[in-house]
């Protein structure tokens, strides 16, 4: 069974840095595509990122393009989201899901499986 867990959220204040991380396990890890999405309070959840199977393509949101960069490792069966220069607008529960396949997907219906997301906070 395909988990995923993020962690590492948390209050940072504005232009700060944090490093979100999603362990992966119950599949073969280097097959996957990974994308990270996030959920502001009254909002609709929204694509953040993408970074395919293997690690040679990543795709961005215009919003986070050029302050947010996704890595893996997969001796580690994990995929980072580092986010720099925060705004409050980067508010909100981020979610790392996965599915087989290359990409890019941009879409929530285009993942298979998905973390329980985690709270990042950004205090103007």
């Known amino acids: 069974q395909v988990q995923l867990v993020e962690s590492g959220g948390g209050l940072v204040q504005a232009g700060g840095s944090l490093r979100l991380s999603c362990a992966a396990s119950?599949?073969?890890?280097?097959?996957?595509?990974k994308g990270w999405f996030r959920q502001a309070p009254g909002k609709e959840r929204e694509f953040v990122g993408h970074?395919?199977?293997?690690?040679?393509?990543?795709y961005y949101a215009d919003s986070v393009k050029g302050r947010f960069t996704i890595s893996r490792d997969d001796a580690k069966n994990t995929v980072y989201l580092q986010m720099n220069s925060l705004t409050a607008e980067d508010t909100g529960v981020y979610y790392c899901?996965?599915?087989?396949?290359?990409?890019?997907?941009?879409?929530?219906?285009?993942?298979?499986?998905w973390g329980q997301g985690t709270q990042v906070t950004v205090s103007s």
């Open positions: 119950g599949h073969t890890f280097s097959t996957y595509a």
């Open positions: 970074i395919n199977w293997s690690g040679s393509s990543t």
């Open positions: 899901a996965a599915r087989r396949g290359s990409g890019p997907y941009y879409r929530i219906s285009e993942y298979d499986y």
